[in-house]
């Protein structure tokens, strides 16, 4: 199982850096999505090496204020170009120009991989991947991973609305020409006729007990992948613990849709707080007062200290951190596993100080 947490360290510096790229090339998945094929340099190249699951940060200038999206990276990563794949959301300021706004020659301002939903696969395992939506984009790629690197096998359950709107069809059945004995798919509908029950609707807590009953508990699973929305993610894991899987076993990244907004009761901090932050090799300070509603990362924003982030709602992990000294109270986490609470993590992005000094370190 994968080193989970490594943030590519073995990367030169300024990795949360934004860099330009050419879009390479565009094309039409469905209706309300493309995929875009970004053209790595060769001085980058070493920086953009990726872990499959693993999502970029891209951003543009909207009405004079800065906009951040995430995007799983969607292709195998032994690839040097990297492809993400953009779904229309009626209003998106980013995900609505990209499907025809955008030309094939054009600068991108994209961060380097980051994401800790990944996968190292070993071999003579059997995995087990759920995806709902636009949440098998990193899926797709860890499929590739485990078929390409080695010889495990892999049960895919796999939920759309229609056949229509399902995303990345075509490779997920070249994958299933090519390993017809290693990778299994089921997929399922929820607005469409479907012959057998068990596939007809959304993957809930009832299908997964019969999926386990009927499959999982016959196999020997050595992960659980798991990427949806929120609620899908909640089902799926909180039945599988059910049915006694190790919670250690199962990892999960939120999907957020752009203009999804996720309520947080912003905190207000109860008192002055110095805050040291080690990021990229560079240490420097700043202060969050009395009565600040501001995060971690929203005051070192604020202090013109550039510290990595993206969807600022406690989903993407872009700024996952290990709290080095002090206490904070985490808001929202949507994101991070038990194992690396326990070592300390937390999400920049939701954190409020409980103690007078914090120090949080990004290169741990
Ligand atoms: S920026 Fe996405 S979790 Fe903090």
Not at 257 to 280: A, F, H, P
Request: proline share 4%; charged share 25%; net charge negative.
């Amino acid at each position: 199982m994968l080193p989970y947490g490594v943030l590519n360290n073995n990367k030169e510096n300024n990795m949360y850096e934004f860099h330009k790229v050419k879009l390479k090339n565009i094309t039409k998945e469905t209706n309300d999505a493309v995929i875009w094929t970004l053209e790595i340099p060769d001085h980058l190249h070493e920086s953009f090496i990726w872990q499959a699951g693993q999502h970029l940060t891209v951003r543009k200038i909207v009405n004079g204020e800065e906009i951040r999206r995430s995007y799983s990276i969607l292709n195998p990563t032994d690839e040097k170009d990297l492809q993400v794949l953009i779904k229309k959301v009626e209003g998106g300021q980013f995900s609505a120009p990209a499907q025809t706004e955008y030309s094939i020659g054009q600068d991108i301002e994209v961060m380097a991989p980051t994401g800790h939903f990944v996968i190292n696969p070993s071999n003579d395992k059997t995995y087990a991947l759920f995806a709902a939506g636009s949440g098998i984009t990193p899926v797709l790629g860890m499929i590739y991973e485990i078929l390409n690197k080695s010889n495990s096998h892999i049960n895919l359950y796999y939920g759309n609305s229609t056949v229509e709107s399902t995303l990345l069809k075509r490779q997920l059945t070249d994958l299933k020409d090519q390993y017809p004995d290693r990778l299994s798919m089921s997929y399922f509908l929820s607005q469409e006729p479907v012959d057998v029950e068990l596939y007809s609707g959304r993957i809930d807590a009832p299908k997964v007990k019969k999926i386990f009953r009927n499959e999982l508990n016959h196999l020997d699973i050595s992960g659980y992948y798991l990427c949806g929305p929120g609620g899908m993610i909640d089902e799926v894991s909180n039945e599988l613990k059910n049915h006694n899987v190790n919670s250690a076993l199962i990892h999960s990244e939120q999907f957020l849709s752009e203009g999804q907004v996720i309520t947080s009761k912003q905190k207000t901090s109860k008192l002055d707080s110095g805050v040291r932050v080690t990021i990229d090799g560079v240490t420097s300070h700043y202060e969050i007062k009395q009565g600040d509603e501001k995060t971690l990362l929203d005051a070192a924003l604020a202090a013109d200290i550039k510290m990595p982030y993206s969807c600022k709602a406690g989903v993407c992990a872009t700024c996952r951190c290990q709290l080095v000294e002090g206490e904070v109270e985490m808001i929202n986490n949507y994101s991070l596993e038990d194992w690396e609470l326990e070592k300390g993590y937390i999400l920049s992005c939701q954190s409020i100080p409980k103690t007078k000094k914090i120090s949080i370190d990004y290169d741990s």
